[in-house]
């Protein structure tokens, strides 16, 4: 017992050390909220960027079928040619930071093919021979029928790319 404040020893012991005792359990818990909120956050902005990634993903995707298709069924060149292919081309550029070498390959190849194409559909009208005209007719129904076989694989090549629940932000 303490003869000043008429308190037990051990009562004094509790007095001095509850207050700075209360101070770490409270700078814990503002320690432990914090934490709890910085995780949601990260959650969330992960879930952002998978999202983000996704809808990039979705769109080079789409760019890629609608180009194919479109080209399947026009005759090249042509002004309306010239606007599908620089959205192609900007799809393409994009698939090489957000696909693996399977979808670049396979843009590749549609890319390669065009370009053929359009050479070939160039220079049909300004042979006189009509074997030449044939020859490079043929050549151009050969293309056509590649990039047919292309359309048809495009859900095939993007499939495992699209596919939100496999998708991982790094």
């Known amino acids: 017992m303490n003869q000043i404040t008429g308190l037990p020893l051990w009562a ?3 007095q001095a050390f509850l207050g700075p005792l209360a101070t770490v359990i409270a700078a814990a818990a503002a320690a432990w909220v914090a934490y709890r909120i910085q995780r949601g956050q990260l ?3 992960q879930e952002k960027l998978r999202h983000d990634l996704f809808e990039q993903i979705l769109e080079v995707y789409g760019h890629s079928k609608l180009f194919l298709e479109r080209v399947i069924n026009m005759s090249l060149p042509s002004s309306e040619f010239n606007s599908v292919w620089n959205e192609f081309t900007l799809a393409f550029r994009q698939a090489k930071f957000l696909f693996g070498g399977d979808v670049v ?3 590749e190849e549609i ?3 065009i370009i053929d194409l359009e050479g070939l559909s160039m220079t049909y009208s300004s042979f ?3 074997r030449e005209r ?3 007719g043929q050549k151009i129904v050969q293309h056509r029928s590649r990039l047919r076989d292309a359309f048809i694989r495009v859900d095939e090549i993007f499939m495992p790319y699209l596919d ?3 998708l991982k932000a790094s």
Do not use: G, I
């Open 43 to 45: 959650r969330t902005a």
């Open 111 to 113: 890319r390669s093919q």
């Open 164 to 166: 939100f629940r496999n």
């Open 105 to 107: 390959d396979f843009m």
């Open 134 to 136: 044939q020859e490079t």
């Open 12 to 14: 004094l012991y509790t």
């Open 128 to 130: 006189t021979e009509e």
